[in-house]
């Protein structure tokens, strides 16, 4: 991991008991559509269902649920309704802590491009590994400049300190391991809806 993302992980409130005055931030796992040639690539690279993940969160400002995610057009903050793809079967996670330090210490990576070289030559390299010898390796494509939907959220996992996440390889993540990680943690993730 770069130093610049060690540097975002200096926060401990996972730690603390479950805080019913957090904000409502929740973290989201869906199907993606065909919508875009990403989304054809990562249904045939992921066998699994779930191909998308972001974190939303209210925006007393704005009035609405706001998203932070990694796309297609990099990783960006927009209002939850502007995204469609919501509209499909999905699972929410709501953070049953406050995370909102974590996120801001992540707001630099706003504004970076898409890693799509990780998902397109990485995981499919990390993919076939685990069919051949079924091990789980690490996604040999590395490019700390740039993020992936899960690659974003875990690392936000990561700045938040929490338990397990010490030697979690956001490079290497997945929304399905992600769902893996929250369904383990039921005392940090309620979860809200089913996949």
């Not at 060690?6 to 904000?23: C, G, H, I, L, Q």
């Not at 490019?143 to 875990?154: G, I, L, N, P, Q």
């Amino acid at each position: 991991m770069s130093t610049e993302r060690n540097n975002a992980s200096k926060t401990t409130r996972a730690n603390e008991p479950w805080d019913p005055n957090a904000p409502d931030v929740r973290i989201g796992v869906a199907a993606t559509p065909f919508t875009c040639l990403l989304a054809v690539v990562q249904r045939v690279l992921n066998t699994r269902l779930l191909f998308h993940t972001w974190i939303s969160y209210p925006n007393e400002i704005w009035g609405e649920r706001w998203l932070v995610n990694a796309d297609a057009h990099g990783v960006r903050v927009l209002p939850q309704s502007a995204v469609p793809l919501l509209g499909n079967p999905h699972v929410e996670y709501r953070c049953r802590f406050n995370i909102i330090e974590a996120m801001s210490r992540c707001r630099d990576f706003v504004g970076r491009p898409y890693d799509y070289l990780s998902l397109l030559v990485g995981h499919p390299v990390k993919l076939l590994t685990y069919y051949l010898t079924g091990v789980e390796a690490l996604n040999p494509v590395r490019d700390a400049s740039r993020f992936t939907c899960s690659e974003f959220v875990a690392t936000v996992f990561k700045a938040a300190e929490l338990p397990g996440t010490e030697n979690m390889d956001p490079e290497s993540e997945t929304p399905a391991s992600l769902v893996r990680y929250m369904d383990g943690h039921p005392e940090l993730f309620e979860r809200m809806t089913a996949a």
